[in-house]
Nanobody
Framework: QVQLVESGGGLVQAGGSLRLACTASGSISSVNGMGWYRQAPGKQRELVAIISNYGTTNYAESVKGRFAISRDNAENTVYLQMNSLKPEDTAVYYC???????????????WGQGTQVTVSS
C-alpha cells in the first residue's frame, strides 16, 4: 500500500556531489520522520540523516557539514544533498519513512529498495 522510491544514486569521483530523492506514495494519511540510512559492504546499516515533520534534523558525525537533508511535506519527498563525497561514503543508501496509512490509527516504518552510491578515488 505504501511505496518509497529513491533516485539520484550513481558513480561520482571523490569531491563530487550527488542529490538523492525519495518519494513516498500510495495509501498515505501522513508521514512523520523521514531519513536516509546506508550500508557499506561488511558493515552494519547506519543512520545518515533524519528529519522530522517539523524540520528537526540529525546527522551522522561522519557526514556533518557535507550532507544536508530536506523534505517537501506536500509531496512526501525527502532529499539528501551530498557534497564533498569521499570513497568511504560508498554504500547502498536506503530511504526511510514513518508512515500513517489511510484509515490506520498507527504508523510503521517503510523502506525504499536502496540506491547505490559509489565514490571513486
Amino acid at each position: 500500500q505504501v511505496q518509497l522510491v529513491e533516485s539520484g544514486g550513481g558513480l561520482v569521483q571523490a569531491g563530487g556531489s550527488l542529490r538523492l530523492a525519495c518519494t513516498a506514495s500510495g495509501s498515505i494519511s501522513s508521514v512523520n520522520g523521514m531519513g536516509w540510512y546506508r550500508q557499506a559492504p561488511g558493515k552494519q546499516r547506519e543512520l545518515v540523516a533524519i528529519i522530522s515533520n517539523y524540520g528537526t534534523t540529525n546527522y551522522a558525525e561522519s557526514v556533518k557539514g557535507r550532507f544536508a537533508i530536506s523534505r517537501d511535506n506536500a509531496e512526501n519527498t525527502v532529499y539528501l544533498q551530498m557534497n564533498s563525497l569521499k570513497p568511504e561514503d560508498t554504500a547502498v543508501y536506503y530511504c526511510y519513512a514513518d508512515v500513517f496509512r489511510s484509515g490506520s490509527f498507527y504508523s510503521r516504518d517503510y523502506w525504499g529498495q536502496g540506491t547505490q552510491v559509489t565514490v571513486s578515488s
